[in-house]
């Protein structure tokens, strides 16, 4: 099944932070606070995800305050941060959804994102994945992670849905 059929059926895209969301950078400010770089384009795009209907979430490892602020921003209500067992993370979400797991997407960059992208119908990676990871993904983006790569991806999932057009109508000039 080639990618665009599999991205037809989402109900659910999970997202990685670092090294998706994010350049992978982590920056420490001398009293020890944690920032991150995001991509306002990805933000739309999670923003459009959610108006079409697809449920989004984010699913990492680390636990940081400006994670929490970034998905607050942008309304994402199904945060999980410090999880080290993404699979059991995303399989609690489907249940809880009613989603099988052919309904449900994950993109991420490096190992620790592999079970959770082998338990999804849909996975991505951006072009500066790992390389494990790039040869699992039924999706490789262009851009690199905190680059544009999460709204690349977004803007897939709502192309092969047929509602990309729909999303950037209301922005054109009447």
């Known amino acids: 099944m080639d990618a ?6 989402l109900r659910l895209m999970a997202f990685d932070v670092d090294g998706v969301m994010t350049d992978g950078s982590i920056y420490y400010t001398d009293a020890g606070t944690e920032l991150k770089a995001f991509n ?3 933000g739309a795009g999670l923003k459009m995800l959610e108006k079409a209907g697809i449920t989004v979430a984010i699913i990492t490892g680390r636990q940081a305050a400006c994670v ?6 942008l309304g994402i209500e199904r945060l999980h941060q410090g999880v080290h067992d993404k699979v059991a993370c995303l399989q609690t979400m489907l249940a809880d ?3 099988d797991a052919t309904a449900a997407g994950y993109m991420g960059d490096d190992v620790m994102d592999l079970g959770a992208m082998g338990l999804c119908g849909f996975a991505v990676a951006p072009a500066n994945a790992h390389d494990a990871v790039l040869q699992r993904a039924h999706l490789v983006t262009r851009k690199h992670g905190g680059h544009g790569a999460v709204r690349e991806a977004c803007d897939f999932v ?3 849905q047929g509602r990309l057009d729909d999303m950037i109508l209301p922005w054109l000039p009447q």
């Open 97 to 99: 959804l009613g989603l």
């Open 68 to 73: 929490e602020q970034r998905a607050r921003n």
């Open 40 to 42: 306002a384009l990805d």
């Open 158 to 160: 709502l192309a092969a």
């Open 4 to 9: 665009s059929a599999r991205a037809r059926k």
